[in-house]
């Protein structure tokens, strides 16, 4: 999806790329001139490692004096982790070129497995997913939207991820025991995309300054 809403052969800046798996997509599929930047050093070798140029460090005024211009900045599952999103959306502005635009997803905290676990009570830290511990930040569609356009940005495009391997989908004892199985993705997608606020797994946000 993130792919989807990358323009054809652009120069990209892939922020928190991780190991490159998105960046290799991105170049691959997209004709992306990519660099991407990744604070954990392992994963900035892994992704060297797979052709991606992976600038070691952070986000920050000192990196951005050395990056120049990009058509697309990428932040995949990058804003809930930061503490001040907002600064790093408002200096994101120094590395864009005129026209370029913002691609980012961030989980649903509104998706209906959290409201379930609300409503028995539970508000519990997993290692990986929406309820991810090291998760700082929790957007809805409205407080993603409402954090671009205070940070300068008009918002052209939300889209929701499905989830089909949410935890959820394997475990709870409807989903593990539906009948017949080869409905149950298709009926996923189809709540997804009629009721995205509810069973959408991620908000994919594509935003471009004012």
């Known amino acids: 999806m993130i792919a989807g809403l990358t323009p054809l052969n652009k120069k990209v800046l892939d922020i928190g790329c991780g190991t490159g798996s998105l960046s290799r997509l991105l170049v ?12 954990d050093l392992t994963r900035a070798t892994t992704a060297q490692a797979r052709g991606i ?64 676990e609300l409503l028995c009570g539970r508000f519990e830290y997993e290692s990986c997913g929406i309820m991810d511990a090291t998760h700082l930040r929790w957007f809805t569609e409205n407080s993603i939207r409402n954090l671009f356009e205070s940070s300068g940005y008009h918002v052209d495009t939300i889209r929701h991820t499905a989830g089909l391997n949410a935890s959820a989908y394997h475990k709870m004892f409807f989903w593990r025991n539906f009948r017949p199985r080869r409905y149950k993705f298709p009926l996923i997608r189809w709540l997804a995309k009629t009721w995205p606020r509810l069973f959408g797994l991620q908000h994919v946000v594509r935003a471009e300054l004012k």
Do not use: C, Y
């Open 28 to 39: 691959d599929l997209r004709g992306a001139k990519l660099v991407g930047i990744e604070p």
């Open 53 to 116: 140029d992976a600038r070691h460090g952070f986000f920050d005024e000192a990196m951005v004096q050395n990056l120049g211009k990009f058509d697309v900045v990428i932040f995949a599952d990058v804003l809930e982790h930061l503490p001040d999103p907002a600064t790093v959306l408002r200096l994101t502005k120094q590395v864009l070129a005129p026209g370029g635009v913002i691609v980012a997803s961030v989980p649903n905290i509104a998706h209906w497995t959290v409201r379930w």
